[in-house]
C-alpha cells in the first residue's frame, strides 16, 4: 500500500514539472531569457539593409526589435524619431525645427549625431529666408548686422554665411561711415590710415578696400604743397612714400618736382625744377657721392659742365652733342673720343675692316648725323689719285662691306683704272660706259658671247645671225632700234616664218597673232604696215563673199561687232536675222557709209516700224523718230498700218520718206 502511494506522488510530481517545463517553453523570446543580449552574437546586420553606424551601434537590439520581432521593423528615420512610435527613442524632432516633411537623412548626414546637418536650398523660395533665419529655428541676423531690411540672400550666399556679397546700389554716396566707423557692421578704417575726413568712397569702389584709386585731386582733399601731410615716412603701408635719405636737399613740396601722382622713381614721375641753377654749376649736386646722378666713370673726356650737352629737366640719356667748339671739340682730333674706349656713349670706333686711310673722321663724316651715312666724293682731300682705285687697296675687294666693290668675276678683261670707264660720281658702278672706240663694227661677240666679259644674247633672243651692232648702240641693249630694212634681214612675207612673229619673241615686242585674230594664213605685211604697231593694220576684203560678214563680225569674234544700241534688225524687220553687214554697209573700210535695207518689212506685225523710228528710241542712226499718237490718239498700233504711212497705209513713199 505504501509503495503504492508513492508512486501515484512521484507520478504527480513527474508530471507537474513536465507541464512546467512545456509551459516555459512556449513562452514568447524565450532565447532571450535564457542569456543575456548581445553576448556571442555572430550577425552581419548590413545584410538586412540597414548598417548600424554612431548611436545606433550602442543601442540594445530590443530597442528596435520590440518584444523579438525582426520582421517589418521600420528603417526611416521619421518612423521611430516621431512622437507615439511603438519604438522606445527619446530624440523627436524639435517643436521649433525647421517646417519641412522632407526624410531626416535628407539633412542629417550622420547617425552619430543630430548636430551634423546639410541643408539644401534647392526649392526654397528667393527672399523668403526670414521665415527660418528668424533666431529661433535657425540662426538669424546678429545684434551688429549692418542694418537692412533687404532679404538675407541679396547678399548671403546658401553655402555659408561669411562670404558675404553686399550690393552698394542704393547705398547714398557719402555714408559709409553708416556702417564702416569701429564697432559698425562694416569694416572700419585702420588706425593707421592715411590721415583724411572724406568718405570712403572718395578712394575706395565698393567690390574691395585693397584695389582703392587716389588720383591726387581736390575731391580727395589734396592740397597743392602739402604733399608732406601723407609723404612723411609714416604712411609708407599705403604707398604714401616719404623723402630717401639720399633724395636732393630741398624744402620744396613734392609736386613741384614729382609730376603725375603714379611713381617717384627716377625720371619717370618726377622732373626736377632747374630753375634759378646757375648754368655751369652743374657739379654742386651731379658729382661722386653727391645727391643727383654723377658722370659715370667711363664718360667721354672732358672738363666741360654737364650742361654743354645734357638739358636741365630732361634726362642724361638724350644729350645732345653737336662736335661745336661749345662743347670743346677741335677739327682733326676725332680720336679723342672716337678710340674705342667710349663705344658704350656712342662715340664708335674705326672698325678693324675700315677703307685704308688716315684721315681724320670728318674728312668724309659728318658731325652732326651718324657715321653710316658717310659721304665719299673720291675728292683729293679724301686721299683718292685718279688712276688709283684698286691699287690703292679700295676697289680690291677687300672692303665690300663699306661700297667699295671690287671687279666681279665676269668683268671685261682690262687693265685699266676703275675711272677709266666708271665716271657716274663715285656713286654706282652700275652706269658705267665701256668706251668703244677703237672696237671694229660687227666684232661684237668678241666680248658679247655667252661666258664673255659682256652681256651676251639672252636664249630666247629673236632669231638672228647679225651683229649686235645692226640694232643695238654701244650705249645700252634696252633700247634697240629694228627698223625691219633689209640690213637686218628683214624679207617681205616673211613675218611669221622667219621665226619673229611666231608669238614665242613677245618679251622683245615682236608680237604674235593674238588668239581672237582673223583666221587668215596671210603675211603680217599683207595688213600690217609702218612696222611700228600692229593697231593700224588695215584688212584686205578682196576675195571675201558677200553675205559672209557676220563670220569676223560678231561678238567675241577677231571682226568689229555690231555696237550694243545697233538697230534691232534681227527682232524687228521681216526675216531681218537673215541680214549680213553688207546688206547695208558697203564700205570695207567704214561702218558708217551705209544704206538702210527694209528687207521688204511691212510693219505692224509683218516687221516693226516703231521698234526703230518711235520717240524714246536710241538706237545708232539718223532715222526720224515720232510719237505713234502725233496725227491720230487712238486705233495706232503702228507707223506703217491702213490710214497711216506706207507700205501699209498711204502716206509718203516707202522706206524713202514719211509724206505730208
Known amino acids: 500500500m505504501k509503495n503504492a502511494i508513492f508512486f501515484y506522488r512521484t507520478s504527480f510530481w513527474i508530471g507537474a514539472l513536465a507541464i512546467l517545463g512545456l509551459f516555459l517553453l512556449a513562452l514568447p523570446n524565450s532565447g532571450t531569457l535564457a542569456a543575456p543580449a548581445k553576448h556571442n552574437v555572430n550577425f552581419d546586420h548590413i545584410k538586412t539593409g540597414f548598417p548600424l553606424t554612431g548611436a545606433h551601434v550602442t543601442l540594445p537590439c530590443e530597442t528596435c526589435h520590440v518584444q523579438g520581432t525582426f520582421k517589418g521593423t521600420p528603417k526611416k528615420c521619421e518612423t521611430c524619431h516621431t512622437q507615439g512610435s511603438r519604438i522606445q527613442t527619446t530624440t523627436f524632432k524639435a517643436n521649433n525645427h525647421i517646417a519641412t516633411t522632407q526624410a531626416c537623412d535628407q539633412c542629417h548626414r550622420s547617425t552619430a549625431s543630430w548636430g551634423v546637418v546639410m541643408f539644401s536650398h534647392v526649392g526654397v523660395v528667393p527672399h523668403q529666408c526670414a521665415q527660418c533665419h528668424n533666431g529661433t529655428n535657425v540662426a538669424g541676423k546678429p545684434a551688429n548686422h549692418a542694418p537692412t531690411t533687404a532679404p538675407c540672400d541679396t547678399c548671403h550666399r546658401t553655402?555659408?554665411?561669411?562670404?558675404?556679397?553686399?550690393?552698394?546700389?542704393?547705398?547714398?554716396?557719402?555714408?559709409?561711415?553708416?556702417?564702416?566707423?569701429?564697432?559698425?557692421?562694416?569694416?572700419?578704417?585702420?588706425?593707421?590710415?592715411?590721415?583724411?575726413?572724406?568718405?570712403?568712397?572718395?578712394?575706395?569702389?565698393?567690390?574691395?578696400?585693397?584695389?582703392?584709386?587716389?588720383?591726387?585731386?581736390?575731391?580727395?582733399?589734396?592740397?597743392?604743397?602739402?604733399?608732406?601731410?601723407?609723404?612723411?615716412?609714416?604712411?609708407?603701408q599705403w604707398n604714401a612714400l616719404g623723402k630717401t635719405p639720399t633724395h636732393v636737399a630741398t624744402t620744396a613740396s613734392c609736386d613741384s618736382c614729382h609730376t603725375g601722382y603714379v611713381t617717384f622713381a627716377g625720371t619717370a614721375g618726377s622732373s626736377f625744377n632747374h630753375a634759378g641753377v646757375n648754368p655751369g654749376t652743374c657739379a654742386t649736386c651731379h658729382v661722386q657721392g653727391g645727391s643727383a646722378t654723377a658722370k659715370p666713370t667711363n664718360h667721354i673726356p672732358t672738363s666741360l659742365s654737364c650742361d654743354a650737352c645734357h638739358t636741365m629737366g630732361g634726362t642724361f640719356a638724350t644729350s645732345t652733342f653737336t662736335h661745336s667748339a661749345t662743347q670743346g671739340v677741335v677739327a682733326g682730333q676725332c680720336l679723342t673720343c672716337h678710340n674705342g674706349s667710349y663705344t658704350a656713349w656712342n662715340a664708335l670706333a674705326k672698325p678693324a675692316n675700315h677703307i685704308p686711310t688716315s684721315s681724320s673722321c670728318e674728312t668724309c663724316h659728318t658731325t652732326g648725323g651718324t657715321f653710316t651715312t658717310s659721304t665719299f666724293s673720291h675728292s683729293a682731300t679724301q686721299g683718292v689719285l685718279p688712276g688709283q682705285c684698286a691699287s690703292s687697296g679700295c676697289h680690291s675687294g677687300a672692303y665690300t662691306a663699306w661700297n667699295a666693290l671690287g671687279q666681279p668675276a665676269g668683268h671685261v678683261v682690262t687693265s685699266a683704272s676703275c675711272d677709266s670707264c666708271h665716271t657716274s660720281g663715285y656713286s654706282t658702278f652700275a652706269g658705267a660706259g665701256f668706251n668703244h672706240t677703237g672696237v671694229a663694227p660687227g666684232s661684237c661677240a668678241t666680248c658679247h658671247v655667252q661666258g664673255g666679259a659682256g652681256m651676251a644674247k639672252p636664249t630666247n633672243h629673236i632669231p638672228t645671225t647679225l651683229s649686235c651692232d645692226a640694232c643695238h648702240n654701244t650705249s645700252t641693249f634696252a633700247t634697240s632700234t629694228f627698223t625691219h630694212s633689209t640690213t637686218q634681214g628683214v624679207l617681205p612675207g616673211q613675218c611669221a616664218t622667219s621665226g619673229c612673229h611666231s608669238g614665242s619673241y613677245t618679251a622683245w615686242n615682236a608680237l604674235g597673232k593674238p588668239s581672237g585674230h582673223v583666221a587668215t594664213t596671210a603675211s603680217c605685211d599683207s595688213c600690217h604696215a609702218g612696222f611700228t604697231t600692229f593697231a593700224n593694220g588695215v584688212f584686205n576684203?578682196?576675195?571675201?563673199?558677200?553675205?559672209?560678214?557676220?563670220?569676223?563680225?560678231?561678238?567675241?569674234g577677231s571682226g568689229l561687232a555690231a555696237p550694243t544700241n545697233?538697230?534691232?534688225?534681227?527682232?524687228?524687220?521681216?526675216?531681218?536675222?537673215?541680214?549680213?553687214?553688207?546688206?547695208?554697209?558697203?564700205?570695207?573700210?567704214?561702218?558708217?557709209?551705209?544704206?538702210?535695207n527694209h528687207n521688204g518689212s511691212q510693219g505692224n506685225g509683218a516687221g516693226w516700224c516703231k521698234g526703230c523710228h518711235q520717240s524714246g528710241t536710241n538706237f545708232l542712226g539718223n532715222m526720224q523718230r515720232m510719237s505713234l499718237t502725233h496725227q491720230r490718239s487712238t486705233g495706232v498700233t503702228d507707223c506703217s498700218q491702213s490710214g497711216c504711212h506706207r507700205p501699209l497705209g498711204t502716206e509718203g513713199s516707202t522706206y524713202t520718206n514719211w509724206g505730208g
Open 541 to 556: 576684203h578682196t576675195g571675201i563673199a558677200a553675205g559672209t560678214c557676220s563670220t569676223c563680225h560678231t561678238p567675241g
Open 159 to 236: 553655402t555659408t554665411w561669411m562670404s558675404v556679397g553686399f550690393s552698394h546700389v542704393a547705398v547714398t554716396p557719402g555714408s559709409c561711415a553708416t556702417c564702416h566707423v569701429p564697432g559698425g557692421s562694416g569694416m572700419a578704417k585702420p588706425s593707421n590710415h592715411i590721415p583724411t575726413t572724406l568718405s570712403c568712397d572718395a578712394c575706395h569702389n565698393t567690390s574691395t578696400y585693397m584695389t582703392s584709386t587716389f588720383t591726387h585731386s581736390a575731391a580727395q582733399g589734396v592740397i597743392p604743397g602739402q604733399c608732406s601731410t601723407c609723404h612723411n615716412g609714416s604712411y609708407t
Open 566 to 596: 545697233h538697230i534691232p534688225y534681227a527682232s524687228q524687220l521681216l526675216a531681218g536675222s537673215s541680214l549680213n553687214c553688207d546688206a547695208c554697209h558697203s564700205s570695207t573700210t567704214s561702218f558708217t557709209v551705209e544704206r538702210m
